[in-house]
């Protein structure tokens, strides 16, 4: 009887623990008491919010961890600068509805706070399935909008699937990560990663008030020195930017992965862990700085970072060490020959880079490369310019203003860089022949004339000898043998719209330098003044449009055979 009495009281004493701890809100009338043990658990039973100390910190803290992992793994702290040297913590809503941490039944040690009116009385603090702790009315339903306050909104060390990383740009207000300072104190530490909310906006790492790393503005499709994601990826990533809101955020597929961003207390890294449950630990999926490329500025301004040399910092082509020897390379390199900083200066492509520093560069969604490159050699102090996207075929427009720094070499996924360059060392770079053919046509439109004829005479008599030529062969003798196809083809084209009758319709050599580095829709060439001047001559007329010549006509038909 006894025994049977003693199991019955047992039995509500149960049911009594699990109905009362299983719960997952709060209202204005009740409270959780850290000496009573006392927790919220999310409702699917993920996340758990109470009180807890860290390592050998005896003080107490009110957080959130996750509930069914063996290895207690904090990833909210409310009271990181006020900790409660003993078990007094008293978590409840008050009479003006505000959600406030009580010790010695007195001093408030942490409060949530938020602008809007309402009533105690309605309102409920709730733990979410994604560990978000969240205020709102109970009348209101679930979703953000309806939030009067959550706790996503100020991260500690951890950014869970579904935290933003950023900014609402209506308020002024910012979500960011800050280190614990020790694996015992969750006050902040030193260690912060950010979004800037620069024009042209990165993700920051920062020791203090010392960049340590940058992740390279959003190119459409991800951080412009991310690897590129494989297919089916666990993870999807966001970056949002419109008026009201700038955020990057992430999401798991599987809804059984169990994942964290970590900014760590010691190292200069964010850690992203997956939960293993074969092992029952947690795994490193990846570090963020991945190498020693990834250190902010490394290699000084126009120094690359390329991981298979040796040293891994060079300078980029057209550049030499600032320090003789290349000792210090943190002060970068410096140009073989100076610009002009007109019109004059071209642009050299480099591919398969980070794109540098974009503190100091300008997007324009909306032009084009070579709009791009136009706009940007018409500014002195524009230095480089790369499409602003990389979907599809690329699109839109960045430029950066001042010395370029912390450039990476990619071994995938790199983009395009336009880097401002001398005239003269256009010529003697990679595209030197055709480079070099540019600049004498565009400035020295007699020669060039005597080129495209000599060329059209190559061309002409090389077609008398075969008339199924291929384009090649016909330019061989001019351009010799590392040319391409479809770059011969260019040149010509680009040439022929350099010697064209009327100065007005010849492009710049700015836009024939572009015109050459790019893949874009070329116009078709009018008459070259010369043959015009020969025809004038012949027919003694000034009227209509000259027929063709038999130069033309082959350049047509190659431009057609691309
Ligand atoms: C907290 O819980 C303890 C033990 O259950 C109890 O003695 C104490 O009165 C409670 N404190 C408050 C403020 O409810
Ligand atoms: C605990 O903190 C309270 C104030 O928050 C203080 O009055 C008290 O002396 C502290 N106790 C100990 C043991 O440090
Ligand atoms: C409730 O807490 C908030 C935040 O600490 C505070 O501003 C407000 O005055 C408190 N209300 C009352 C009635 O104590
Ligand atoms: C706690 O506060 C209540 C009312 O706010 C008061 O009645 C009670 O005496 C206080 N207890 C202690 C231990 O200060
Ligand atoms: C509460 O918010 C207001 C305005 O948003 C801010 O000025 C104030 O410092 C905040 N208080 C706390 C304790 O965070
Ligand atoms: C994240 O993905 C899950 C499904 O995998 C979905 O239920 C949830 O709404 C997503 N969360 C966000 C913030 O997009
Ligand atoms: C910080 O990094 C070290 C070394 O990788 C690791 O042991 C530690 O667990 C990390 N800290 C956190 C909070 O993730
Ligand atoms: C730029 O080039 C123009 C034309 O060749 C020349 O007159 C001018 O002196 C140059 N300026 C600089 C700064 O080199
Ligand atoms: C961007 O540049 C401005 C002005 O030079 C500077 O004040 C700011 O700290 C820089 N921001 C970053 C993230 O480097
Ligand atoms: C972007 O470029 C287009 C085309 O050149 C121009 O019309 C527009 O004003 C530019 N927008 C900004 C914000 O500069
Ligand atoms: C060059 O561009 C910068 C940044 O947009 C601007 O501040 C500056 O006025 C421009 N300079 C010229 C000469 O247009």
Same mark, same amino acid.
């Given at each position: 009887?006894?025994?049977?009495? $003693?199991?019955?009281?047992?039995?509500?004493?149960?049911?009594?623990?699990?109905?009362?701890?299983?719960?997952?809100?709060?209202?204005?009338?009740?409270?959780?008491?850290?000496?009573?043990?006392?927790?919220?658990?999310? =409702?699917?039973?993920?996340?758990?919010?109470?009180?807890?100390?860290?390592?050998? =910190?005896?003080?107490?803290?009110?957080?959130?961890?996750?509930?069914?992992?063996?290895?207690?793994?904090?990833?909210?702290?409310?009271?990181?600068?006020?900790?409660?040297?003993? +078990?007094?913590?008293?978590?409840?809503?008050?009479?003006?509805?505000?959600?406030?941490?009580?010790?010695? =039944?007195?001093?408030?040690?942490?409060?949530?706070?938020?602008?809007?009116?309402?009533?105690?009385?309605?309102?409920?603090?709730?733990?979410?399935?994604?560990?978000? *702790?969240?205020?709102?009315?109970?009348?209101?339903?679930?979703?953000?909008?309806?939030? #009067?306050?959550?706790?996503?909104?100020?991260?500690?060390?951890?950014?869970?699937?579904?935290?933003?990383? &950023?900014?609402?740009?209506?308020?002024?207000?910012?979500?960011?990560?800050?280190?614990?300072?020790?694996?015992?104190?969750?006050?902040?530490?030193? $260690?912060?990663?950010?979004?800037?909310?620069?024009?042209?906006?990165?993700?920051?790492?920062?020791?203090?008030?010392?960049?340590?790393?940058?992740?390279?503005?959003?190119?459409? #499709?991800? $951080?412009? %020195?991310?690897?590129?994601?494989?297919?089916?990826?666990?993870?999807?990533?966001?970056?949002?930017?419109?008026?009201?809101?700038?955020?990057?955020?992430?999401?798991?597929?599987?809804?059984?992965?169990?994942?964290?961003?970590?900014?760590?207390?010691?190292?200069?890294?964010?850690?992203?862990?997956?939960?293993?449950?074969?092992?029952?630990?947690?795994?490193?999926?990846?570090?963020?700085?991945?190498?020693?490329?990834?250190?902010? %500025?490394?290699?000084?301004?126009?120094?690359?970072?390329?991981?298979?040399?040796?040293?891994?910092?060079?300078?980029?082509? %057209?550049?030499?060490?600032?320090?003789?020897?290349?000792?210090?390379?943190?002060?970068?390199?410096?140009?073989?020959?100076?610009?002009?900083?007109?019109?004059?200066?071209?642009?050299?492509?480099?591919?398969? #880079?980070?794109?540098?520093?974009?503190?100091?560069?300008?997007?324009?969604?909306?032009? =084009?490369?070579?709009?791009?490159?136009?706009?940007?050699?018409?500014?002195?102090?524009?230095?480089?310019?790369?499409?602003?996207?990389?979907? &599809?075929?690329? +699109?839109?427009?960045?430029?950066?203003?001042?010395?370029?720094?912390?450039?990476?070499?990619?071994?995938?996924? &790199?983009?395009?860089?336009?880097?401002?360059? +001398?005239?003269?060392?256009?010529?003697?770079?990679?595209?030197?022949?055709?480079?070099?053919?540019?600049?004498?046509?565009?400035?020295? %439109?007699?020669?060039?004339?005597?080129?495209?004829?000599?060329?059209?005479?190559?061309?002409?008599?090389?077609?008398?000898?075969?008339?199924?030529?291929?384009?090649?062969?016909?330019?061989?003798?001019?351009?010799?043998? /590392?040319?391409?196809? +479809?770059?011969?083809?260019?040149?010509?084209?680009?040439?022929?719209?350099?010697?064209?009758?009327?100065?007005?319709?010849?492009?710049?050599?700015?836009?024939?330098?572009?015109?050459?580095? /790019?893949?874009?829709? *070329?116009?078709?060439?009018?008459?070259?003044?010369?043959?015009?001047?020969?025809?004038?001559?012949?027919?003694?007329?000034?009227?209509?449009?000259?027929?063709?010549?038999?130069?033309?006509?082959?350049?047509?038909?190659?431009?057609?055979?691309?």
């Amino acid at each position: 009887m006894d025994i049977l009495c $003693f199991m019955f009281i047992s039995f509500k004493f149960l049911l009594f623990v699990e109905f009362s701890y299983a719960a997952d809100t709060i209202n204005s009338l009740q409270s959780l008491n850290d000496t009573s043990g006392a927790t919220l658990i999310s =409702n699917d039973g993920t996340f758990e919010l109470g009180f807890f100390s860290p390592g050998n =910190n005896q003080n107490r803290y009110l957080g959130i961890w996750y509930k069914n992992i063996p290895v207690k793994t904090v990833v909210w702290v409310a009271n990181r600068l006020n900790p409660i040297n003993d +078990s007094s913590g008293l978590l409840m809503i008050n009479s003006s509805g505000n959600p406030v941490l009580m010790s010695q =039944n007195t001093s408030v040690v942490w409060s949530a706070n938020f602008t809007k009116q309402v009533s105690s009385s309605g309102v409920i603090l709730q733990l979410l399935d994604t560990g978000n *702790l969240i205020l709102r009315d109970e009348q209101d339903g679930n979703s953000e909008t309806n939030y #009067l306050w959550q706790s996503f909104d100020y991260p500690s060390d951890t950014m869970l699937p579904g935290m933003k990383l &950023g900014w609402d740009l209506r308020t002024g207000f910012e979500r960011r990560l800050t280190s614990w300072k020790s694996p015992d104190d969750p006050s902040p530490g030193d $260690f912060t990663w950010e979004l800037e909310p620069q024009q042209n906006p990165e993700l920051i790492m920062w020791k203090g008030s010392t960049k340590f790393f940058r992740s390279g503005p959003w190119n459409g #499709l991800r $951080f412009s %020195g991310a690897p590129e994601l494989r297919p089916n990826p666990v993870f999807v990533f966001s970056f949002v930017s419109n008026e009201d809101e700038l955020y990057y955020t992430y999401n798991v597929t599987d809804n059984s992965v169990i994942s964290r961003i970590v900014m760590n207390q010691t190292e200069y890294q964010r850690d992203r862990f997956t939960w293993s449950p074969s092992s029952q630990s947690w795994t490193v999926y990846a570090v963020v700085p991945r190498d020693r490329c990834d250190n902010y %500025g490394l290699c000084g301004s126009y120094g690359v970072c390329i991981l298979s040399e040796s040293p891994i910092c060079q300078c980029m082509k %057209g550049f030499t060490p600032k320090s003789p020897g290349n000792v210090d390379w943190s002060q970068g390199c410096v140009r073989n020959k100076p610009l002009n900083l007109s019109t004059i200066d071209g642009f050299i492509k480099f591919p398969g #880079l980070k794109l540098p520093d974009a503190n100091h560069s300008r997007v324009n969604g909306s032009m =084009n490369l070579k709009e791009c490159g136009l706009k940007c050699s018409q500014n002195s102090s524009c230095m480089a310019y790369a499409n602003s996207n990389v979907e &599809g075929a690329g +699109s839109g427009c960045t430029m950066w203003f001042g010395d370029l720094i912390d450039i990476r070499e990619m071994t995938a996924s &790199g983009q395009d860089l336009y880097i401002r360059m +001398s005239a003269s060392e256009l010529g003697s770079s990679d595209g030197k022949k055709k480079m070099t053919l540019v600049i004498v046509f565009t400035t020295i %439109g007699v020669v060039a004339g005597v080129l495209v004829i000599i060329l059209g005479y190559v061309i002409h008599k090389r077609r008398q000898k075969k008339t199924t030529g291929k384009p090649l062969e016909l330019i061989d003798p001019v351009l010799g043998e /590392s040319c391409h196809l +479809s770059e011969v083809i260019r040149c010509i084209h680009v040439s022929l719209l350099c010697v064209q009758q009327y100065p007005e319709d010849r492009p710049n050599m700015s836009s024939a330098v572009l015109m050459l580095g /790019s893949d874009g829709e *070329l116009t078709e060439p009018k008459q070259p003044g010369f043959l015009m001047d020969r025809k004038l001559h012949e027919t003694g007329t000034s009227s209509g449009k000259p027929e063709s010549s038999s130069t033309n006509e082959i350049t047509i038909s190659l431009l057609e055979a691309r």
